[in-house]
């Protein structure tokens, strides 16, 4: 049986999802504040994580950037305010999907079932390494090193690179990025597609690397470009 850990200070909206989640096929777990939702995650493995970003003690922010060190389980953040500041931190963060209150708890349910869509869709590929020059990208553990440094990527900023890699020199348009990596039934904007690539290459670029650059192609997107 799938498992689930929702964390959220409203007890009703925990209640509610609960009962949506159960009858999804979900054994459920819960916490009410960032602390004890944090222990709760590391204490068990589960396959989806729904986490309200304000929390008493530690807020959903901090817990995500915590479980991410070590875990690529799917994390949905729930918030009562819908800036999009707030919306690209989360997703910066790790986080998979991002809802904003009031919500339907079937969308939710659907938001859920669309991610571990996803996930089983790519669990089913072949082991996949991909090497160019000095950069290594395993999708299988997600780890990215250059030079044998490895690189601290988030999941999506790993599927990402990824993506432009095997592709060398193709441009991609934000909308193929955002289709391709947060699916068709995704309720962002391109501007998470910027936003990503950005904080992927601030992290590439902290080490030394030639003959490989992800270049911005104005005014359509971006490529993998391989240079001599």
């Not at 991610?115 to 669990?123: F, G, K, P, V």
């Not at 996949?128 to 000095?134: G, P, Y």
């Not at 290459?201 to 192609?217: F, Q, S, V």
């Given at each position: 049986?799938?498992?689930?850990?929702?964390?959220?200070?409203?007890?009703?909206?925990?209640?509610?999802?609960?009962?949506?989640?159960?009858?999804?096929?979900?054994?459920?777990?819960?916490?009410?504040?960032?602390?004890?939702?944090?222990?709760?995650?590391?204490?068990?493995?589960?396959?989806?994580?729904?986490?309200?970003?304000?929390?008493?003690?530690?807020?959903?922010?901090a817990v995500c950037r915590e479980i991410r060190k070590h875990s690529n389980v799917p994390i949905i953040m729930i918030t009562a305010r819908g800036e999009d500041f707030e919306r690209i931190m989360g997703l910066d963060i790790g986080a998979d999907d991002y809802i904003v209150k009031p919500f339907s708890p079937?969308?939710?349910?659907?938001?859920?079932?669309?991610?571990?869509?996803?996930?089983?869709?790519?669990?089913?590929?072949?082991a996949?390494?991909?090497?160019?020059?000095?950069l290594v990208v395993n999708l299988d553990e997600y780890i990215?090193?250059?030079g044998g440094v490895r690189i601290p990527l988030t999941k999506k900023e790993t599927e990402l690179l990824w993506t432009l890699g095997t592709n060398k020199n193709k441009v991609f348009s934000r909308d193929n990025l955002l289709n391709n990596l947060w699916g068709f039934d995704y309720f962002g904007d391109t501007r998470t597609v910027d936003s990503h690539i950005k904080r992927l290459?601030?992290?590439?670029?902290?080490?030394?690397?030639?003959?490989?650059?992800?270049?911005?192609?104005w005014g359509v997107g971006y490529k993998f470009e391989v240079t001599p």
């Open positions: 049986m799938p498992s689930m850990l929702i964390a959220d200070d409203n007890r009703q909206i925990v209640s509610v999802l609960k009962e949506y989640a159960k009858k999804e096929g979900f054994a459920v777990t819960v916490a009410f504040d960032g602390h004890s939702a944090l222990d709760k995650a590391q204490a068990a493995s589960f396959d989806m994580i729904l986490l309200d970003v304000m929390m008493p003690g530690m807020d959903g922010f079937g969308e939710v349910m659907a938001r859920i079932r669309a991610i571990l869509r996803r996930i089983s869709q790519t669990d089913d590929t072949k996949q390494v991909f090497a160019h020059k000095n990215t090193e250059i290459r601030a992290k590439l670029d902290k080490i030394p690397h030639d003959g490989w650059e992800i270049k911005t192609i």
